[in-house]
């Protein structure tokens, strides 16, 4: 009956430990058994398993990474991930990845070396194989400097999200390789960037969304025909077709800003779009698809592309490049940019000159078209283009979803921005490049005519006049002067204009016009009309009575006021509801809050009596700091921490007591 009983508790040891595993209650993680790990020294893989670390001779197989590699091959592993705990340093011998891995820096991936010898390259890849997150420089090296990464390798090689400097070619595409992607790199200040000795037709190189500056003399890339070489940023002025000859590149499909530099490489990235919106955001950017599709897109920050020709904007986002890969042709893709939550921002695009007024023409997510120039500068999405040749152009479906601070644009082939032209090219933003008009209105006073109107921000915007004219479609004069804009780029003000040369009887029609800092017209609103109708004449009736007294009772006809307000929203802010952020914005109602109604009701004297209702439109105090940086990304990654494991071993030792006290009163 013992023997019995200890295999009773050692049967009930195993399965109570198996049914706790089956749940995850362990002492930490299992190690993945295709997660290598090197360092420079054996204290550093302290806490790592499968960890290898550099010896002190000069030798190949003294490399920490070699051994990794050699390692991955020995056992057969398959998608091994090799990550380099940096900082970390490479001997004067190269590190030749032979074996499919792929290798990734940690703690900000820094690799470098400590050896004088110079005349090898850091890295030869010459098997499939992605290199990613790794910050790496040739050390100590000058003259000469080190090569940094060699390819030869006949299978696909991914480069990406990485950093080269100090180099003396940052890579080196040999002849008879396989393909090669650079993206989403940062390759600075070596003297070559990018040298393609591959003639294979049936290889490419692929450089897609790095910053290439500043290596060397102008020529920074050199390549055969089989290359792609567009949507990268070059340096300031730089044009693709100076710093990359031969290479087939479309001076159009360029980048003219720098990409945000992250930790590693550049913040870049290339979407599997699906039919919603991914959970976490892209520095505020997101998109769907109802259709499988692939698309780039890039964070400039704050810096402004096509800024010559496009002039700048105050931007409440980042300025992005968004395009679509090569031969690619979805039936719609939806792009949703989030902006700043501030009151020089979120309260402004809110307002009833911009998301505030439900006319998605004025909604304030803007994009240029550098390549056909159907837009005039920066245009609002939902608006046709405003050239002269893009005004035959439909704009595209725009939302404001205010109670997520996001502004949506559909792109398809039915409207600009489209697929076929211009997403290939198209940078976007959120923000105003001209004044917000709240209000533009005539209203008819005594033998004159009076224009108000007011403003919530005047980004650009020099001075304002009046014009008028007697017909809706005739010849407008200009009646008044300049009149100074005193308001700013995240402020407002409120005019008023007397036309005290109207002529009573007459209507005119009258344009507000807004002039840009260059003193070119900015927009025209308008336009209002009012109608001046003449006084009419005081009238003495003679009532004879009994009494000597003569008595008059005057008749008083009041002047008639007939405004024809410019059209403006109800509120100067207007949020969706929180409940419901879905839903596009009202559309503004045809009599506006701004339009006074005269109430003509006689008093018991005779006397007409005018009572006017007026809202008023408020402009926001704004504060807080202009464009602020940029938005924070959001793309991370959480982990879970395992259960204790003396926890489980408790409740095992507990387990097995009860049952041995149960044998125990039972026999």
């Not at 090569?147 to 080269?164: C, K, Q, R, Y």
């Not at 904007?313 to 679509?324: A, G, K, P, Q, T």
């Not at 404001?400 to 398809?412: F, G, K, L």
């Not at 609103?525 to 004879?544: F, H, K, M, R, Y």
């Given at each position: 009956?013992?023997?019995?009983?200890?295999?009773?508790?050692l049967?009930?040891?195993?399965?109570?430990?198996?049914?706790?595993?089956?749940?995850?209650?362990?002492?930490?993680?299992?190690?993945?058994?295709?997660?290598?790990?090197?360092?420079?020294?054996?204290?550093?893989?302290?806490?790592?398993?499968?960890?290898?670390?550099?010896?002190?001779?000069?030798?190949?197989?003294?490399?920490?990474?070699?051994?990794?590699?050699?390692?991955?091959?020995?056992?057969?592993?398959?998608?091994?991930?090799?990550?380099?705990?940096?900082?970390?340093?490479?001997?004067?011998?190269?590190?030749?990845?032979?074996?499919?891995?792929?290798i990734?820096?940690?703690?900000?991936?820094?690799?470098?070396?400590?050896?004088?010898?110079?005349?090898?390259?850091?890295?030869?890849?010459?098997?499939?194989?992605?290199?990613?997150?790794?910050?790496?420089?040739?050390g100590?090296?000058?003259?000469?400097?080190?090569?940094?990464?060699?390819?030869?390798?006949?299978?696909?090689?991914?480069?990406?999200?990485?950093?080269?400097?100090?180099g003396?070619?940052?890579?080196?595409?040999?002849?008879?390789?396989?393909?090669?992607?650079?993206?989403?790199?940062?390759?600075?200040?070596?003297?070559f960037?990018?040298?393609?000795?591959?003639?294979?037709q049936?290889?490419?190189?692929?450089?897609?969304?790095?910053?290439?500056?500043?290596n060397?003399?102008?020529?920074?890339?050199?390549?055969t025909?089989?290359?792609l070489?567009?949507?990268?940023?070059?340096?300031?002025?730089?044009?693709?077709?100076?710093?990359?000859?031969g290479?087939?590149?479309?001076?159009?499909?360029?980048?003219?800003?720098?990409?945000v530099?992250?930790?590693?490489?550049?913040?870049?990235?290339?979407?599997?779009?699906?039919?919603?919106?991914?959970a976490n955001?892209?520095?505020?950017?997101k998109?769907?698809?109802?259709?499988?599709?692939?698309?780039?897109a890039v964070?400039?920050?704050?810096?402004?592309?096509f800024?010559?020709?496009?002039?700048?904007?105050?931007?409440?986002?980042?300025?992005?490049?968004?395009?679509?890969?090569?031969?690619?042709?979805?039936?719609?893709?939806?792009?949703?940019?989030?902006?700043?939550?501030?009151?020089?921002?979120?309260?402004?695009?809110?307002?009833?000159a911009?998301?505030?007024?439900?006319?998605?023409?004025?909604?304030?997510?803007?994009w240029?078209?550098?390549?056909?120039?159907?837009?005039?500068?920066?245009?609002?999405?939902?608006?046709?283009?405003?050239?002269?040749v893009?005004?035959?152009?439909?704009?595209?479906q725009?939302t404001?979803?205010?109670?997520?601070?996001t502004?949506?644009?559909?792109?398809?082939?039915?409207?600009?921005?489209?697929?076929?032209?211009?997403l290939f090219?198209?940078?976007?933003?959120?923000?105003?490049?001209q004044?917000?008009?709240?209000?533009?209105?005539?209203?008819?006073?005594?033998?004159?005519?009076?224009?108000?109107?007011?403003?919530?921000?005047?980004?650009?915007?020099?001075s304002?006049?009046?014009?008028?004219?007697?017909?809706?479609?005739?010849?407008?004069?200009k009646?008044?002067?300049?009149?100074?804009?005193?308001?700013?780029?995240?402020?407002?003000?409120?005019?008023?204009?007397?036309?005290?040369?109207?002529?009573?009887?007459?209507?005119?029609?009258?344009?507000?016009?807004?002039l840009?800092?260059?003193?070119?017209?900015?927009?025209?609103?308008?336009?209002?009309?009012?109608?001046?109708?003449?006084?009419?004449?005081?009238?003495?009736?003679?009532?004879?009575?009994?009494?000597?007294?003569?008595?008059?009772?005057?008749?008083?006809?009041?002047?008639?006021?007939?405004?024809?307000?410019?059209?403006?929203?109800?509120?100067?802010?207007?949020?969706?509801?929180?409940?419901?952020?879905?839903?596009?914005?009202?559309?503004?109602?045809?009599?506006?809050?701004?339009?006074?109604?005269?109430?003509?009701?006689?008093?018991?004297?005779?006397?007409?009596?005018?009572?006017?209702?007026?809202?008023?439109?408020?402009?926001?105090?704004?504060?807080?700091?202009?464009?602020?940086?940029?938005?924070?990304?959001?793309?991370?990654?959480?982990?879970?921490?395992?259960?204790?494991?003396?926890?489980?071993?408790?409740?095992?030792?507990?387990?097995?007591?009860?049952?041995?006290?149960?044998?125990?009163r039972?026999?």
């Amino acid at each position: 009956m013992a023997i019995m009983k200890k295999w009773l508790d050692l049967f009930l040891v195993f399965f109570l430990l198996g049914s706790l595993g089956s749940q995850g209650i362990s002492a930490a993680d299992p190690q993945q058994y295709n997660q290598l790990y090197v360092a420079n020294t054996e204290a550093l893989c302290d806490g790592y398993s499968n960890c290898f670390f550099n010896d002190s001779p000069d030798l190949p197989e003294s490399i920490a990474l070699i051994k990794a590699i050699d390692y991955a091959r020995d056992n057969s592993l398959t998608d091994t991930i090799i990550n380099v705990l940096s900082p970390y340093e490479i001997n004067s011998h190269a590190v030749l990845v032979d074996y499919p891995v792929t290798i990734i820096g940690k703690n900000g991936g820094w690799i470098s070396t400590f050896n004088s010898n110079c005349s090898r390259p850091m890295f030869v890849l010459s098997a499939q194989a992605t290199l990613r997150d790794v910050y790496l420089t040739d050390g100590i090296c000058s003259t000469p400097s080190r090569d940094l990464i060699h390819v030869n390798s006949a299978s696909p090689v991914v480069i990406e999200h990485s950093t080269f400097e100090n180099g003396q070619t940052a890579v080196s595409y040999q002849s008879s390789a396989g393909q090669l992607t650079l993206q989403f790199n940062h390759i600075n200040n070596n003297q070559f960037a990018v040298n393609s000795l591959n003639a294979n037709q049936n290889a490419q190189l692929l450089l897609v969304a790095n910053n290439i500056i500043a290596n060397g003399t102008s020529t920074q890339v050199s390549c055969t025909d089989n290359s792609l070489v567009d949507h990268n940023f070059w340096g300031a002025g730089v044009l693709p077709s100076q710093s990359a000859p031969g290479c087939g590149a479309d001076d159009d499909k360029r980048l003219d800003a720098p990409i945000v530099t992250e930790t590693t490489g550049v913040a870049g990235r290339l979407f599997s779009l699906t039919s919603t919106f991914p959970a976490n955001d892209f520095y505020g950017f997101k998109a769907s698809s109802p259709n499988p599709v692939s698309l780039y897109a890039v964070n400039h920050g704050d810096s402004i592309p096509f800024i010559t020709d496009a002039g700048g904007v105050y931007h409440c986002s980042n300025y992005f490049d968004v395009f679509l890969p090569p031969e690619t042709s979805p039936a719609e893709v939806t792009l949703s940019f989030s902006y700043r939550d501030t009151y020089d921002c979120a309260a402004i695009i809110q307002s009833a000159a911009y998301c505030g007024s439900g006319d998605q023409t004025k909604f304030p997510l803007l994009w240029y078209d550098p390549k056909t120039r159907v837009t005039d500068k920066w245009d609002k999405t939902g608006d046709n283009p405003q050239s002269s040749v893009g005004s035959i152009f439909a704009g595209q479906q725009t939302t404001c979803r205010t109670a997520s601070n996001t502004i949506e644009v559909i792109v398809d082939n039915n409207g600009r921005p489209d697929q076929l032209n211009d997403l290939f090219f198209t940078p976007f933003v959120i923000g105003y490049e001209q004044a917000g008009l709240l209000s533009f209105n005539a209203t008819p006073a005594t033998n004159a005519i009076n224009l108000n109107w007011s403003t919530i921000t005047e980004f650009n915007t020099l001075s304002f006049y009046i014009s008028r004219s007697t017909t809706s479609d005739g010849t407008y004069e200009k009646i008044s002067g300049d009149i100074e804009a005193a308001g700013g780029p995240a402020s407002g003000s409120s005019y008023s204009y007397t036309d005290s040369t109207a002529v009573a009887g007459q209507t005119y029609f009258y344009k507000l016009v807004i002039l840009n800092s260059d003193e070119s017209i900015q927009q025209m609103a308008g336009p209002v009309s009012a109608l001046l109708q003449p006084l009419t004449t005081l009238t003495n009736t003679a009532t004879i009575t009994r009494t000597p007294t003569r008595t008059t009772t005057p008749t008083r006809t009041p002047i008639y006021r007939s405004p024809t307000p410019f059209r403006t929203a109800t509120s100067a802010f207007r949020t969706a509801s929180p409940e419901d952020p879905t839903l596009a914005l009202p559309t503004v109602p045809s009599t506006p809050d701004g339009e006074q109604t005269p109430d003509l009701t006689s008093t018991s004297q005779g006397t007409p009596t005018q009572t006017a209702t007026a809202s008023r439109t408020p402009t926001p105090t704004v504060s807080g700091t202009p464009n602020a940086g940029v938005l924070g990304k959001t793309d991370r990654y959480t982990g879970q921490n395992p259960v204790p494991f003396f926890l489980g071993g408790i409740a095992v030792l507990g387990l097995i007591g009860l049952f041995d006290f149960y044998l125990h009163r039972k026999h």
